[in-house]
């Protein structure tokens, strides 16, 4: 994933902004490229929210080992399993 490296939000910004207006790519308005995912079965731009795991909460779980999924771990464990 190009820019993939970026955390801080400004940097992810200018990305954009060089990235959309390099790219013969058309990506969706609103939001960040990196919000997109391209969907191949259905042939469009997603969201990355829709991958999003659920969490439900259990009161018999050690704090330490709590995950709470976020668009930027979803991106990153989906670019892992491709690699895998």
């Known amino acids: 994933m ?3 490296g970026q955390e801080d939000e400004k940097d992810m910004k200018d990305f954009n902004s060089i990235w959309k207006g390099f790219s013969k790519i058309k ?3 609103i939001g960040l490229s990196y ?3 391209w969907n191949i079965d259905e042939g469009k731009w997603s969201n990355w929210n829709e991958k999003l795991e659920v969490y439900l909460p259990n009161d018999e779980s050690i704090f330490s080992k709590i995950f709470v999924s976020t668009i930027h771990t979803t991106r990153l ?5 491709m690699h895998l």
């Open 27 to 29: 990506f969706p308005e």
């Open 35 to 37: 919000d997109y995912y």
């Open 2 to 4: 190009v820019g993939g």
């Open 77 to 81: 464990r989906y670019l892992l399993d």
